[in-house]
């Protein structure tokens, strides 16, 4: 129960749930990636993308001096169905603006690159 809880409390921030919209939308995100979108620094982003990776809802993978993170193959089975509801709530209204504002982002950053 204790370990559903913390899941719950790791949705219950906005900056969080716009990030879990994002990756499932996505598949995998960079930290820069989200910082760009989100227009938020690189240490608040890494604490919220670590939160959720603690809760077990995130996995990371290390790209050079970047981390990209994804959707845990090892979720759990109630952590599937908060993931797979979150996923039919994020609707295109809701997440249409961030998507438009990514796109933007990966085509100047497939141009200019991260900078860190």
């Known amino acids: 129960m204790r370990d559903l809880a913390q899941t719950f409390k790791a949705l219950a921030d906005e900056t969080r749930l716009a990030m879990l919209a994002l990756i499932l939308a996505r598949g995998e995100l960079c930290v820069c990636d989200l910082t760009e979108v989100l227009s938020i620094t690189q240490s608040k982003a890494s604490r919220h993308l670590r939160y959720l990776k603690n809760t077990g809802l995130l996995d990371d993978r ?9 959707v845990a193959k090892g979720l759990t089975r109630e952590q599937r169905a ?3 509801a979150a996923r039919r709530t994020f609707d295109r209204p809701r997440l249409g603006g961030l998507e438009r504002k990514l796109d933007a982002w990966l085509k100047r950053k497939s141009r200019e690159g991260c900078k860190p």
């Open 62 to 70: 290390r790209d050079g001096l970047w981390v990209h993170y994804r």
């Open 82 to 84: 908060i993931v797979t």
